[in-house]
Structures are given as structure tokens and as C-alpha cells.
T-cell receptor, first 112, second 114 residues
Framework: RKEVEQDPGPFNVPEGATVAFNCTYS??????FFWYRQDCRKEPKLLMS???SGNEDGRFTAQLNRASQYISLLIRDSKLSDSATYLC?????????????FGAGTRLFVKA | DAGVTQSPTHLIKTRGQQVTLRCSPI?????VSWYQQVLGQGPQFIFQYYEKEERGRGNFPDRFSARQFPNYSSELNVNALLLGDSALYLC?????????????FGDGTRLSIL
């Protein structure tokens, strides 16, 4: 089982749609969680941190469920510019020390 | 303010050679991490350094090594290069050693092995 798993997609949605991504992680000792976006042939860029209480940044809402070991990202009113790969990231201590584990990413295409 | 800077941007090597990649963190950041990314996959964690000490290591062979200097810049070394080492190598920095610190990435070094 992978340490962090995401649905690879692709998700093809029209402009204005709401889309949700989920990500599961296996290390129950994981301590911090993030969503990044990555455009083609570019570096990952931080989208938002994820907290158990949930957090919102404009059209983006992230949620952490520690009991079920998954995190989610909701994008409302999708824009063409939201087309990218979305990566979930899990930090924590395990054998080998502190590790940052990325999911394989979920591709999103927003169409006009 | 300068972001994370990596050099070189592109590199071509042959099998068996050795390579050194360099990274300068955002000013004030004390932690540097290295990742390998191949097409279609997320970045794979190689190392994290904080205050010049190795804090974590991913599942990479001993051919991969790194170090962090007193000015918090870092080098990643890969010996005995294999074709499978062809990838984008990303460096990321974060403010401190706290687990909740987000990481900020450089543009990466694209390494091709012939």
C-alpha cells in the first residue's frame, strides 16, 4: 500500500463546476498536511495547509479527517486557470526520521 | 526577495558519472529538503536537513548523499549514475524545523543520463 494515495484522474469539469479531491495516508503518526498545485513542467506551489478544523481560502476548502486518515480539497466555481495537478502532502516521523510524502497527484482540466 | 534557487537548471551526464546539484534556500530558512520527480509521479522525498544535520532520509540508495552548509545552502550528490536517475530534482526550503512548516520549492534541476 502506498503511504499517500490519490485518485490520479483526470477530472474534466466545465467552468463554474465544483470539484472535490480526496487523499488517504497510511501513517497514523502523520503530523501536518498540505495541498500543492503543480503546473506542467513547473515546480509545486503551496496551495494551502490542512487542519482538522477545516480551512478555507477563497474558492478552496481543505479538510482533514484524522480518524479516517484522509484529507480533502474542494474547489468551487472552477476557473480555467485551476487546470493543474493537485498534490496532497503528508509530513511525519517514521523509520528513517522525518519524511515528507507526496501523493502522485490528481490532474484537473477545467474546460470553457 | 529571492525564492529558492537551484543550479544548474539542466544537466546531461553519462552512466557511471557523478553529479552535484546545488540549492540556496529562501533567506532566513534553515531547513532544506531534496526530492526526485519523474514524469507522471509526485516528488519522492530524498533528504531533509535542518541546522546542518540530516533530519530525514527517504528510500534512496547510498549513491545519494547530501549536506547542508553553515549558510544553510545545500548540495545533493549522486554517484555512479544510472539511466533511472534521469529526473527533475527539486529542492525546497522551510523556515525552521517545525513539523507544520510549509515548504517552498525551487525551479528544479533537470538531469538527463545518457
Amino acid at each position: 500500500r502506498k503511504e499517500v494515495e490519490q485518485d490520479p484522474g483526470p477530472f474534466n469539469v466545465p467552468e463554474g463546476a465544483t470539484v472535490a479531491f480526496n487523499c488517504t495516508y497510511s501513517n497514523s503518526a502523520s503530523q501536518s498536511f498540505f495541498w500543492y498545485r503543480q503546473d506542467c513542467r513547473k515546480e509545486p506551489k503551496l496551495l494551502m495547509s490542512v487542519y482538522s478544523s477545516g480551512n478555507e481560502d477563497g474558492r478552496f476548502t481543505a479538510q482533514l479527517n484524522r480518524a479516517s486518515q484522509y484529507i480533502s480539497l474542494l474547489i468551487r466555481d472552477s476557473k480555467l486557470s485551476d487546470s493543474a495537478t493537485y498534490l496532497c502532502v503528508v509530513n511525519g516521523w517514521s523509520t528513517g526520521g522525518f519524511k515528507t510524502i507526496f501523493g502522485a497527484g490528481t490532474r484537473l482540466f477545467v474546460k470553457a | 526577495d529571492a525564492g529558492v534557487t537551484q543550479s544548474p537548471t539542466h544537466l546531461i551526464k553519462t552512466r557511471g558519472q557523478q553529479v552535484t546539484l546545488r540549492c540556496s534556500p529562501i533567506s532566513g530558512h534553515k531547513s532544506v529538503s531534496w526530492y526526485q520527480q519523474v514524469l507522471g509521479q509526485g516528488p519522492q522525498f530524498i533528504f531533509q536537513y535542518y541546522e546542518k544535520e540530516e533530519r530525514g532520509r527517504g528510500n534512496f540508495p547510498d549513491r545519494f548523499s547530501a549536506r547542508q552548509f553553515p549558510n544553510y545552502s545545500s548540495e545533493l550528490n549522486v554517484n555512479a549514475l544510472l539511466l533511472g536517475d534521469s529526473a527533475l530534482y527539486l529542492c525546497a526550503s522551510s523556515l525552521g524545523g517545525g513539523n507544520n512548516q510549509p515548504q517552498h520549492f525551487g525551479d528544479g534541476t533537470r538531469l538527463s543520463i545518457l
